[in-house]
């Protein structure tokens, strides 16, 4: 079955840096594109960024153009997400997650704490 285990999360002050890792099992993870969600309480899941199966094409939210950089190596069956410059508004469980035939299938997320 799939399974997608999320790692890296903690706390950081403002400014600083984090780099999460999301491994990937269960389904033949060269085929297929991933993403990394966030979500804090009360409020939806947003997506992060986005990665196809290649590596070769990302997208990004707004809000974290320029400091967020989302990357798979396939031989590890692995995806990334780098954190620079973060900021308090960060703050939130991050989610990697696929979506295969019209259902998505999400890891148990990490924690991400931005504060002073």
């Known amino acids: 079955q799939v399974q997608l285990v999320e790692s890296g999360g903690g706390v950081v002050q403002p400014g600083g840096s984090l780099r999460l890792s999301c491994a990937a099992s269960g389904f033949v993870f060269r085929s297929y594109g991933m993403r990394w969600y966030r979500q804090t309480p009360g409020k939806e899941r947003d997506v992060v960024a986005t990665?196809?199966?290649?590596?070769?094409?990302?997208t990004y939210a707004d809000s974290v153009k320029g400091r967020f950089t989302i990357s798979r190596d396939n031989a590890k069956n692995t995806v990334y997400l780098q954190m620079n410059s973060l900021k308090p508004e960060d703050t939130a469980v991050y989610y990697c997650s696929l979506w295969i035939a019209g259902t998505p299938y999400w890891g148990q997320g990490t924690q991400v704490t931005v504060s002073s």
């Open positions: 990665i196809s199966s290649s590596g070769g094409v990302t």
